[in-house]
């Protein structure tokens, strides 16, 4: 049964800093475009984040470029997204996707994808 879980959501004070991980199971991911979504209330999903299948090349959103970084370890089936000077737009729901069959352009979104994580929560307040 494929899973991916994540970890690592809590609250922080904005200007600090998070660092969550998503664990995958079930198969190797080494080929799977993965990717971060979020949502915060009354908003839909966007786009965070991506690895683009086993190329190694990330791509981030515009609101989060310069401060989000993802990364992956294929021998542990994990990417995580260190997130720095959080701000508090930052806050919502984390999701971590995956997909094998994406092309580049459909890595942005939500429905592309057929893995989900059960999402963890981000809350950047003072």
């Known amino acids: 049964q494929v899973q991916l879980q994540e970890s690592g959501g809590g609250l922080v004070q904005p200007g600090g800093s998070l660092r969550l991980s998503c664990t995958a199971s079930g198969r190797s991911f080494s080929r799977d475009t993965m990717a971060w979504f979020r949502q915060a209330p009354g908003k839909e999903r966007e786009f965070v984040a991506a690895?683009?299948?086993?190329?190694?090349?990330?791509y981030y959103s515009d609101s989060v470029k310069g401060r989000f970084t993802i990364s992956r370890d294929n021998a542990k089936n994990t990417v995580d997204l260190q997130m720095n000077s959080l701000k508090p737009d930052d806050t919502g729901v984390y999701y971590c996707?995956?997909?094998?069959?994406?092309?580049?352009?459909?890595?942005?979104?939500?429905?592309?994808?057929?893995?989900w994580g059960q999402g963890t929560q981000v809350t950047v307040s003072s």
């Open positions: 690895m683009f299948r086993s190329y190694g090349r990330t």
């Open positions: 996707a995956a997909d094998s069959r994406l092309i580049l352009s459909s890595i942005y979104g939500a429905k592309n994808y057929d893995y």
